[in-house]
């Protein structure tokens, strides 16, 4: 037990907050122990904190729901760090370049690929956060060198791509657990890039493959090139803008409006010959009404889905096409409709079985997902196990209380 590393990681998202607790084995492969799940109500807008103290309530309570979960099968155990995955609206990545000059007659060595690295790490864009880095691309007078280190040449570049967001992402975070006691930010996770990393293979990547994650207040955009990171946006665009477009148009209040997008709802109007559309949704209202709401705000969402990518200049270029995720992607016919618009394959797609210890039904089940993939991208380990018991402690003594003081000169004594 001693040597297992567990992980405890929350994914913020716009409609739920989802906590997981999950074990790696010797290999790294993961089994979840524990989930549980938060509203967000309104203290998560577009993936981002709007109320810090809303927030940290609710991620203060859901780190106590995984507690009380875990304590029968890790007694003694102790939740004492919490990865946290952000997806808002703010996120994209940056291009950044680092050059070293490398002296005549002397290969690239493992340093001079460690001081591009911290030359990066130390770069600070004006009013932008960097978040995470990707591994870079080297390229030596133009050309493309996949493993430099060992090769001659007089000017190295090294090629990133940074992800960043606004400051008040880490601001507003710490300030959220400042107000949590006894428990640490373990570490700040890029939703997007994880969740992508854990459903796509090497092969894909290498390929070319788009993870498009439609949720509920935001959608992100990641693109993989020649195993490379090419692109990464979050629209602030999402599912739930469509749940009340509805309750605009028609006399709905949000959670009828929810559950009429999803049981009627289509991405493209008339798309089954063999029902028309003229179900009576409510009160003389009919489906082909509703669809008319829906496939004009899911348009709106693919086309600036499909300008981000045209964006890249490596549309042709991708050869594994496109895979979906996230609870708005389920609504019908929005892959027929992404396959129309976007000209190439698309599929719905899992957390790849290579990264669990098991099979487990959540793997491909929208609602964890995300927090699945902070658990696999997670390292440190976060539930400790008591250094000593109760009975080892000394009793409390109140500051200023005299009884407590000569009971402390007591046990000095002994």
Not at 147 to 170: D, M, N, T, W
Not at 210 to 229: P, Q
Not at 245 to 262: G, H, M, N
Request: charged share 25%; aromatic share 6%.
């Amino acid at each position: 037990m001693a040597n297992t590393n567990y992980i405890v990681a929350i994914d913020l998202g716009t409609s739920h907050l989802v906590g997981m607790v999950g074990k790696k084995n010797e290999e790294g492969k993961l089994s979840i122990l524990a989930e549980e799940i938060e509203g967000s109500a309104s203290c998560i807008r577009r993936g981002c904190i709007f109320n810090v103290n809303d927030t940290a309530h609710r991620i203060n309570r859901l780190i106590q729901k995984l507690q009380n979960r875990i304590s029968g099968k890790l007694p003694n155990f102790t939740i004492n760090k919490v990865y946290i995955g952000i997806g808002g609206q703010s996120l994209h990545s940056i291009d950044h370049f680092e050059v070293k000059t490398i002296s005549t007659n002397i290969a690239v060595s493992e340093q001079d690929i460690k001081e591009l690295d911290e030359q990066c790490r130390s770069y600070k864009p004006e009013g932008m956060d960097v978040l995470d880095i990707s591994s870079p691309t080297y390229y030596d007078n133009g050309k493309i060198v996949d493993h430099p280190v060992g090769v001659f040449c007089k000017r190295l570049e090294a090629r990133y791509k940074l992800i960043v967001g606004q400051p008040s992402i880490r601001i507003y975070l710490t300030s959220c657990f400042e107000l949590i006691a006894d428990i640490q930010l373990a570490g700040i996770i890029v939703s997007p890039l994880s969740l992508a990393d854990s459903m796509l293979s090497s092969d894909e990547k290498e390929l070319g493959c788009t993870c498009i994650d439609f949720g509920a207040g935001t959608t992100s955009v990641v693109v993989f090139k020649r195993n490379k990171l090419v692109h990464l946006c979050v629209i602030p665009l999402g599912g739930d803008l469509i749940t009340k477009d509805l309750t605009r148009f028609f006399p709905f209040v949000e959670s009828e409006a929810e559950r009429i997008k999803i049981t009627y709802g289509s991405a493209i109007m008339n798309y089954d010959k063999a029902n028309p559309g003229l179900t009576d949704v409510k009160d003389g209202i009919g489906q082909r009404d509703v669809n008319t709401v829906v496939e004009a705000r899911i348009l709106e969402i693919v086309e600036n889905v499909n300008a981000q990518i045209k964006s890249t200049g490596v549309t042709d270029q991708m050869g594994a096409g496109v895979v979906l995720a996230g609870g708005a992607a389920e609504l019908k016919n929005l892959r027929e409709l992404l396959q129309e618009r976007l000209k190439q394959e698309v599929n719905f797609s899992t957390i790849r079985s290579e990264w669990m210890e098991n099979d487990d039904d959540r793997m491909g089940n929208p609602l964890y997902m995300t927090a699945i993939s902070l658990l696999i991208s997670g390292t440190d380990r976060c539930v400790s196990q008591a250094q000593s018991s109760t009975s080892d402690k000394k009793p409390p003594t109140k500051k200023g209380n005299i009884f407590g003081k000569i009971f402390d000169e007591i046990l000095n004594q002994s």
